[in-house]
């Protein structure tokens, strides 16, 4: 069984002025999506700013999310690291608190081979045999690309390796691999302004920035288009592109958590190295934001 499908939110870590995890802003974040429909969260990802949280931190936040939504909706628990001790004491960590699934994003900045990437993640994964894992490729950010055949033989030949968060904005990686993959690896966006082709390759599902801020919408966009609505799906998709865009103009999650701040969400500042959205860029945001419904 699918670890979910639908609209998973890669959802930010709220702080206060000070730097520190504002558990209390947390718990409204997460109530708040779980009312909007979403089908999972994703806590602790690079939306969560987990390369600034500590260790400590970013175990508690994701115990946290855990006891709070109580089995609701899926939670799945960024657990990666480029090294992979710290990443098998994070999964085992979060695999005893009830994470639902670890999403575990290639070792960043050491640049694995291939070979290198199948004994990570065979290792983290034989650590953890009884929680699912989905594989986060993103390499613009991490240096690494996950080849499609070293996706599909781990998929095939680790149990508990189950998906991956398809990030590298290359369809046709991810039609290639999907096309190796025979049924055995559960595929999820990890970019908004794609899911709709991602889907149509076979995808169940997007781990979303765009949920932080439109939950309900990207929930339905999903659904309409598994259900067989394309020209639902494909009028959501399409309207959304400019909020997309908007979203990614500086590194994420610098414009979500402006955008939410413009909501009235009052999810504070970031972490240096990330500073505050330029003027000019957080002014076409809120446009974008006018025009897509979200602020008025």
């Known amino acids: ?27 409204e974040l997460l109530e708040y999506q779980i009312a909007n429909s979403t089908d999972a969260i994703i806590i602790c990802g690079t939306t969560g700013e987990s390369s600034t949280l500590t260790h400590g931190e970013h175990l508690k936040t994701i115990k946290f999310a855990i006891d709070k939504v109580a089995k609701r909706i899926p939670v799945i628990a960024g657990t990666g690291s480029n090294c992979t001790e710290t990443a098998i004491m994070m999964s085992k960590e979060a695999a005893s608190y009830g994470a639902d699934a670890l999403l575990i994003v290639t070792p960043y900045y050491n640049k694995a081979t291939q070979k290198g990437l199948i004994a990570h993640y065979t290792a983290i994964a034989n650590a953890v045999p009884d929680t699912p894992i989905i594989m986060y490729n993103v390499p613009s950010r991490t240096g690494c690309n996950i080849a499609p055949e070293t996706a599909v033989t781990l998929a095939k030949n680790v149990k508990n390796i189950v998906g991956i ?72 998709q399409l309207k959304a592109i400019p909020l997309v865009s908007a979203l990614f103009c500086e590194v994420n999650p610098i414009p979500v958590k402006a ?16 500073t505050e959205m330029e003027a000019a860029n957080k002014e076409v945001l809120a446009k974008a934001m006018k025009d897509f419904g979200i602020l008025g």
């Open 1 to 27: 069984m699918a670890v979910f499908k639908g609209a998973g939110v890669a959802i930010v870590t709220p702080m206060y002025e000070d730097g520190s995890v504002n558990y209390d802003k947390l718990e």
């Open 259 to 274: 955008a939410l701040n413009l909501m009235g969400m009052e999810v504070g500042p970031l972490r240096m190295p990330l």
């Open 165 to 236: 968060k398809a990030a590298s904005g290359d369809l046709s990686h991810i039609a290639k691999m999907m096309s190796m993959a025979d049924g055995s690896l559960e595929l999820y966006s990890g970019n908004d302004d794609q899911v709709l082709p991602v889907l149509s390759l076979g995808g169940i599902g997007v781990i979303s920035v765009l949920s932080n801020v439109a939950p309900k919408e990207t929930h339905d966009m999903v659904m309409k288009f598994l259900e067989g609505d394309v020209a639902g799906a494909i009028d959501i």
